[in-house]
């Protein structure tokens, strides 16, 4: 979105653009996380550092009231904002907190009609445990597998020679593999939320 747009949009929803609006706005444009007001006070004071908390929040406040963001609740403890108002739902992890983006699972768009109301703006939340912590979870769970394996190993070892426990050199084999593919795995990472 140009400045000139982000000017047009303040002025035609009545209200003056000013440079701190402007630049709450184009913070709020540029992330996907969908920030506290203290993340987007962050983010705007790195280019005014003087720009006050109170400004901030009033300045999101009038945003949302005016329809230019979403002030969203899919968090209970704190407002969060999102500039994208197209039709998509919200996903909330309860491990991590992170709010996603996700496609809404209906075909009710902006300005529909629903039973003769005017459809302005459509959100769904969804909860539960998001891709980056179950990979995170999955990889915790392969380590602790390994390491029980390994413990098995060594006492296996203490065994007498001819004990029918005694390990293989396919078991060891295993081990090292299931030992590489975590690594692998954690190399690969979760897709970061941060934008
Ligand atoms: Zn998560
Ligand atoms: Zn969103």
């Known amino acids: 979105m140009l400045p000139l747009d982000r000017s047009n949009r303040l002025r035609e929803s009545g209200l003056t653009p000013t440079i701190q609006r402007l630049a709450i706005l184009d913070c709020l444009e540029k992330t996907t996380v969908h920030p506290t007001a203290d993340q987007v006070l962050l983010a705007v004071r790195e280019t005014f550092p003087s720009v006050s908390r109170a400004t901030v929040y009033n300045t999101l406040e009038a945003l949302a009231r005016v329809g230019l963001i979403l002030r969203i609740t899919v968090d209970p403890a704190v407002a969060r904002y999102d500039a ?51 990979q995170a979870d ?58």
Do not use: I, W
């Not at 809404?104 to 539960?128: F, I, P, Q, W």
């Not at 295993?174 to 030992?179: A, F, G, I, Q, R």
């Open 84 to 134: 994208d108002l197209g039709p998509h739902a919200h996903f909330r992890c309860r491990l991590c907190c992170t709010v996603y983006d996700v496609v809404m699972d209906k075909d009710l768009t902006l300005n529909d009609n629903v039973h003769g109301h005017r459809v302005e703006s459509v959100r769904t939340y969804a909860y539960g445990v998001c891709r980056a912590c179950l």
């Open 138 to 195: 999955a990889e915790k769970r392969m380590l602790k597998d390994s390491s029980k394996a390994s413990t098995k190993r060594k006492q296996a070892r203490s065994l007498p020679p001819n004990a029918s426990t005694s390990p293989t050199k396919s078991d060891k084999e295993n081990v090292s593999k299931t030992l590489s593919l975590s690594d692998s795995s954690s190399e690969e990472g979760g897709e970061s939320p941060d934008a």
